[in-house]
């Protein structure tokens, strides 16, 4: 299994997108699917009043997450989540995830196995934590790429947040 954790910094935010992009396109032609927008655009005051209030849905939650799909597209999908707290281990056999740090700093762990792992559905693993991973720093600005296939889990000091724009890549 190959862990793939892949940071950057904001500048090359272009290059991940472009990279989206032609992930997007080659999934295209496997499955056809809904014609997409030839643009489409989220702006920076709109990411953060949406921010504002998943940040509220969090404190009030017990899992300390919220999270919503912001659009779907043919092959890949997109996502807005800030957490106050740390997540469950999770593994997608069929999908790698890039996170674009917004704000806030937390910690990926990648690799390793899963505790407690249980199928949440087909090609998706949940457990408690990941053991044995490899712990990489995350901070706002940031980009990482999580390879399909590994055990990966977000950490978040007690206290803080951590807000990230997510490109799920079906692959």
Known sequence: MSISALRLRAPLLFSALLCAGLAHAATQAA???????????????????????????????????????????????????VRTRSGGAEQH???????????????????????????AKPGETRGTRVVGGTEHRMQTGDIVHIAPGTPHQTLVAPGKTFTYYVIKVDQ
């Open 31 to 81: 499955a056809p699917a809904e014609q997409a927008a030839p643009f489409d655009e989220l702006t920076a005051e709109q990411w953060k009043a949406q921010a504002a209030d998943l940040l509220n849905q969090a404190k009030a939650s017990p899992s300390g997450m919220a999270s919503v799909t912001l659009k779907k597209y043919p092959g890949h999908f997109t996502m807005l989540t």
């Open 93 to 119: 056999d069929h999908a790698a995830d890039i996170f674009i740090v917004l704000d806030g700093e937390a910690t990926e762990v990648t690799g390793g196995s899963i505790e407690n792992a249980s199928t």
